[in-house]
């Protein structure tokens, strides 16, 4: 989308902040910066961070074609509670490095996966279509047989098209048990109508199209009876790009299905939402539903 989203306000951008903290060694060692973990992974697939922390690449082809995928994750030998991470809109796996360090430091393994069409994930694009949802199921099934992921214990995080395709996984699938949706949309030809930017409106029919098989693949707000856990939605009240209108029939639905969940509507905000505003109450949840017996 020509103008679908600084979303997460370039998470490259800020991950420089997000890792700040990472070279409090004893020789005081320069902060690294967004450009130079990405560079360093691209030569030698691995990046060992202070406070044990590991950043690995997670490349594999499958079915779709090749996927692009990082790992970040604590070192020591215990299984932890996982969490896929999904970027929205030009976005790729390395745009979720200050989010998935900040995960990780809270505990939590994460992989993050670029959709179909973006970085170095096999195209095209298909607006969180089915090559989407293909994708992110393998390498959500590689993922979970690791030695250091509870798969038991698994969310998903998804923002702006990548909620979109993280709530289709979180309806349709069994492997999530909390769910992070921020700035997406839900019901695809209702958002459709309400949304503003030409953009947004050409690259929806470009890579879906409104057919009625391609409107219902993507509108998991008819699937949400099957949730295997609670949702935490999370959005900006001066959103152009996703509708607060999608976030607040998201609640609805929920509601009405009697699913627990939690609203949680940013006034003054617009899209490119910054990190911190997703990723603090996305932390909280998540250890609350995944980290606690």
């Known amino acids: 989308m020509a103008r679908e989203a600084p979303a ?16 409090a060694a004893a020789q005081a060692p320069h902060p690294l910066q967004a450009a130079d973990i990405e560079a360093r992974l691209r030569e030698s697939g691995r990046l060992q961070l202070s406070g044990n922390i590991v950043i690995e690449r997670y490349d594999f082809v499958g079915e779709t074609g090749r996927i692009e995928a990082v790992v970040t994750r604590p070192t020591d030998t215990a299984r932890h509670p996982a969490l896929l991470l999904i970027p929205g809109h030009s976005r790729t796996a390395y745009d979720m490095l200050a989010a998935a360090v900040r995960f990780a430091r809270a505990g939590f393994a994460t992989v993050s996966v670029s959709q179909p069409g973006y970085g170095g994930s096999a195209g095209p694009a298909d607006f969180a279509g089915p090559r989407t949802f293909a994708a ?20 998903v995080f998804g923002y702006s098209r990548g909620a979109l395709a993280a709530a289709e996984l979180a309806a349709r699938t069994d492997f999530f048990h909390a769910a992070v949706l921020g700035g997406g949309v839900y019901d695809f030809r209702t958002a459709y109508r309400q949304v503003g930017l030409a953009g947004i409106r050409e690259n929806m029919v470009a890579e879906a199209g409104l057919g009625a098989a391609a409107v219902r693949f993507r509108s ?28 607040l029939a998201l609640d609805r639905r929920l509601t009405a299905l009697h699913r627990e969940h939690e609203l949680l509507m940013l006034p003054g905000r617009d899209h490119g939402l910054p990190v911190a505003d997703l990723v603090g109450p996305a932390t909280i949840f998540f250890a609350r539903h995944l980290q606690q017996p």
């Open 8 to 23: 997460l306000a370039r998470f490259l951008a800020l991950a420089a902040f997000a890792l700040a903290s990472i070279g």
């Open 136 to 155: 992110l199921v393998a390498a959500v099934q590689r993922f979970a047989a690791e030695p250091y992921v509870n798969a038991a214990r698994m969310g």
């Open 220 to 247: 998991p707000i008819r699937d949400m009876a099957g949730l295997d856990g609670p949702v935490l939605i999370v959005h900006a009240a001066e959103d152009a790009n996703a509708p607060p209108a999608q976030a």
